[in-house]
């Protein structure tokens, strides 16, 4: 499936890593207070070495009890990231709602804008369309920073409903189809048994016909599974990752690149997904941990 984002279309063949830098000092799962452009920009092109094909920007917290930043507060957290790591020649997306965000976001050399609203502000759409940038478009019922569980009769039917109806309104702006990225919205409005149930039957989501973006780590449905708090949720995180590779994600949202890298690469081998060597052998120096 081609993916367009900007001035280059991305093949998806096999899933792919985007890796997560957070802007804010009040992230759900990184409560270290402010950083430095620089220091994020480190992390940033660590998580490439890992194998991310794409970052993720974020400027304002998912949490719901915080309130909003102001929108001029999200620019200055965001623009200068992106600005260093679009020169350093990294794809990177921005995690906003809002149209002044992404359009800044934009000028500064993001490829691709994480709609993590269901397009609440469609001057999103419009700056998507203008730049010719990748768009995701994600199911949510709730306005930004809400939480609450809305009563679905079947919630993966909601799910397509809604992203279907999303997709109309982005195309109406002119976004072109292959401008275009699907999120289920895992835990956005959903109880954890109900992103369960959303993970269980992707590939009717999938049937939609464009690339599904995941974003399954250390959600709050992995850590009601396993009664485990953020940053303790990494084998959950794993498992999640497989059942949504299993129903045909393409780009995977995730914290840790390098554990879901190498998940990915046993995965796809023992799957025969890609050919292993006959050659293949354990280099000497990695057969034990050094004295």
Request: hydrophobic share 45%; aromatic share 2%.
């Amino acid at each position: 499936m081609i993916l367009r984002l900007r001035d280059r279309t991305l093949e998806l063949r096999r899933p792919v890593l985007m890796g997560i830098v957070n802007a804010t000092p009040d992230s759900f799962s990184d409560r270290q207070g402010h950083k430095s452009s620089a220091e994020l920009a480190r992390r940033a092109l660590a998580q490439v070495a890992a194998g991310a094909a794409f970052i993720d920007v974020g400027g304002e917290s998912g949490r719901t009890d915080t309130d909003a930043v102001p929108v001029d507060e999200e620019i200055a957290r965001v623009v200068p990231l992106v600005e260093r790591l679009a020169a350093d020649g990294v794809t990177v997306s921005v995690d906003t709602w809002r149209a002044p965000v992404a359009r800044a976001a934009l000028e500064a050399g993001a490829a691709m804008i994480n709609d993590v609203s269901g397009l609440s502000d469609p001057g999103v759409a419009e700056a998507c369309a203008r730049s010719r940038a990748a768009l995701v478009v994600t199911h949510t019922r709730l306005p930004p920073k809400r939480k609450g569980f809305p009563a679905y009769a079947d919630v993966v039917a909601d799910v397509v409903e809604l992203l279907r109806e999303r997709v109309e309104e982005a195309r109406s702006q002119r976004v072109a189809a292959e401008q275009l990225v699907l999120d289920p919205g895992i835990d956005l409005a959903k109880t954890p048994a109900e992103s369960v149930e959303v993970l269980r039957r992707l590939p009717e989501v999938r049937a939609l016909g464009r690339p599904l973006l995941l974003s399954v780590s250390r959600k709050d449905f992995v850590g009601a599974l396993t009664e485990r708090s953020p940053a303790a949720r990494g084998a959950g995180t794993l498992a999640a990752l497989g059942a949504a590779v299993d129903g045909g994600a393409a780009i995977l949202r995730v914290h840790d690149v390098s554990d879901a890298r190498e998940f990915l690469t046993v995965r796809a081998a023992l799957n025969g997904d890609v050919d292993v060597p006959e050659a293949l052998r354990l280099d000497a120096t990695l057969r034990r941990e050094p004295a």
